[in-house]
């Protein structure tokens, strides 16, 4: 589903990625692993079209490398960013509401404002009250199902548990399996090796902007090596 091989990408003049090559299947949950400032972040941003790619970044077989990030979307990409881009000043609703496609209506794709208050009673209780007063946790699942409401193909999401309780990070970790059941890729990049590693199929590592590990989640707990040099503090 998604395809990327050699793909470089600069913030001014400094040299971010460093020639990244990975793939995610349909309905596959990849983590994306790695100390921070190693190029996580940027490999997201630029598959979505924020940071210019260079190299091939293909989705569906089509190139998508250079597109503008509203274009990424339309085809079928989420992106839940470590920032939690909510809308303060709207309703948890009318933030839900804001994540469908231009001409999508309510229920039309595989997820609908009923699924979303089914799966976070918290959301329900609040849907009508200001998304400024949710607390993060709140926040985080406010802007996961944002972007599943535009029904993607596979969603990119930037540590969503960072910060959050741990009974709110089980909750992550359950609706990440749920979007997995139904068919949409995942390309997950997460602190939290014991999460990462109890619900993905692959996982990525990366180090100095490459990927210097790819395999299962055993193959990575059978390298010391390569967590003790590139993950553990």
Known sequence: ????????????????????????????????????????????????????????????????????????????????????????????RQNLILGLKPGQKDGQGRWSLENMFEMFSNLRERADVEASVLSGGEQQMLTMCRTLMGDPELIMIDEPTEGLSPQ??????????????????????????AIAMDIAHRVYVMGHGQVVFEGTPDELRARDDVRKEWLEV
């Open 168 to 193: 709110m990070v089980q909750r992550v970790a359950s609706l990440l399996k749920e979007i997995a059941k139904r068919g949409i890729a995942t390309l997950l990049v997460e602190q939290k090796l």
């Open 1 to 92: 589903m998604l395809d990327v091989q050699d793909m470089h990408a600069y913030y001014g003049k400094s040299h971010i990625l460093q020639g990244v090559n990975l793939r995610v299947n349909k309905g596959e949950i990849v983590a994306l692993l790695g100390r921070n400032g190693v190029g996580r972040s940027t490999t997201c941003k630029a598959i979505m079209g924020e940071v210019p790619p260079k190299g091939i970044v293909r989705f569906n077989g089509e190139d998508i490398a250079g597109k503008p990030a509203f274009e990424v979307a339309n085809l079928g990409i989420g992106y839940v960013p470590e920032n939690r881009d909510i809308f303060p000043g709207l309703t948890t």
